[in-house]
């Protein structure tokens, strides 16, 4: 074979060499594409396997063990909790105990065995958490109340329930002043929690701070809509000259004013205040009922989105303040448009006015 033909045989092996590597660069992707690729150094690696989550990352999960979802209260507590949850990339696993101690603990701890990273905890009774709460922090895992402390808690999340109280009875001593009102007081209160107790004992003091003459007529038990409802039945009837009402939740003076209603008494000029503004009913009735007066907002949803906060804060190790304090104000229909806007069959939180009553 003379050298011209060799050296055309050479050349043409060349080409299809060639055309072969080309192939292999360019085509689709594929095994034989990922076998014949050279390892990339770490200067090389691509930004996509840095992006990814580590193969040990697993997703937080939190666990909220309510008081008792049928009150609009823990309703909106834990929809202010899922949307922080769902911004953080959290999971919310949310457990109710219905007003039941005992499946409280129970609850608490399904929530232990499944690994949860936080519990948040609304007490039923908060004595009888004391043993759970230390099961859980002996298993790592941070535990934040709402309204309520338990001891051996990392923290407690909520209004300042004595302050939110004394705020009340303040802004009732003006209102009673300049409508020359001489205060004959219902109290509907709830004697087995700590907060409700501060919440009537700082209406009081709210009253005495102000320097305002005042009768609490009678002082009963309320915190459900019946049961307030029947309790204000038997004090109107039993003490025709009350005029003034004070619940320590919506439902406590809604229950009264079914009350007033089924009585015949609207016409009576009874001042009503509720305490929370925790939802729908608290909310629409102070917005759209001549006879509700005034409420103190505590922004339920705000709570709940702290809770979550608090919790992240003790997952991460953080030092975390004996309390996490939410912002409460006295609204009445001439300031309630600035904190909430009726959509439809509810109300949005004004979340920047409420921002600014954390600034002051």
Not at 36 to 62: L, M, R, S, V
Not at 289 to 296: I, K, N, V
Request: proline share 2%; net charge negative; hydrophobic share 40%.
């Amino acid at each position: 074979m003379n050298l011209k033909k060799i050296s055309s045989i050479l050349l043409a092996l060349l080409l299809v060499v060639s055309m072969i590597g080309c192939a292999s660069k360019e085509g689709p992707g594929s095994s034989e594409k990922a076998e014949e690729a050279p390892a990339a150094t770490e200067a090389e690696a691509p930004k996509e396997a840095e992006a990814a989550p580590e193969e040990g990352d697993k997703q937080i999960k939190i666990g909220m063990a309510t008081f008792m979802m049928a009150q609009e209260w823990y309703q909106n507590i834990v929809a202010g909790g899922q949307v922080k949850a769902d911004e953080l990339g959290v999971e919310l696993i949310v457990a109710d105990a219905n007003n039941d101690s005992a499946k409280q603990v129970e609850m608490i701890e399904n929530l232990i065995s499944q690994n949860v990273d936080a519990i948040i905890i609304s007490p039923v009774d908060a004595k009888a958490l004391v043993g759970v709460v230390k099961k859980a922090q002996d298993a790592g895992i941070k535990v934040i109340c709402e309204s309520n402390m338990v001891e051996g808690a990392d923290t407690r999340v909520g209004v300042s329930d004595r302050e939110s109280g004394i705020i009340c009875g303040e802004w009732y001593a003006e209102y009673a002043k300049a409508n020359n009102i001489d205060p004959k007081i219902l109290i509907l209160g709830y004697q087995s929690l700590e907060n409700c107790q501060n919440r009537s004992e700082g209406f009081k003091e709210g009253m005495d701070n102000a320097g305002l003459e005042y009768e609490v007529v009678i002082e009963v038990d309320g915190g459900f809509r019946e049961e307030s409802m029947n309790a204000a039945t038997d004090a109107f009837t039993a003490h025709p000259d009350i005029n003034t009402v004070f619940g320590i939740n919506d439902d406590s003076t809604l229950g009264a004013m079914s009350a007033i209603k089924q009585a015949g008494l609207e016409d009576k000029g009874i001042t009503t205040i509720l305490y929370g503004l925790e939802g729908v009913a608290g909310r629409g009735a102070l917005k759209n009922d001549e006879l509700a007066t005034a409420g103190l907002s505590t922004f339920a949803e705000y709570v709940g989105n702290t809770c979550i906060k608090a919790a992240m804060d003790a997952i991460a190790g953080e030092e975390l303040p004996e309390e996490y304090i939410s912002p409460s104000v006295v609204l009445d229909k001439t300031n309630f448009d600035e904190y909430f806007t009726e959509n439809g069959d509810t109300f949005d939180v004004n979340f920047a006015a409420v921002d600014k009553l954390v600034e002051q």
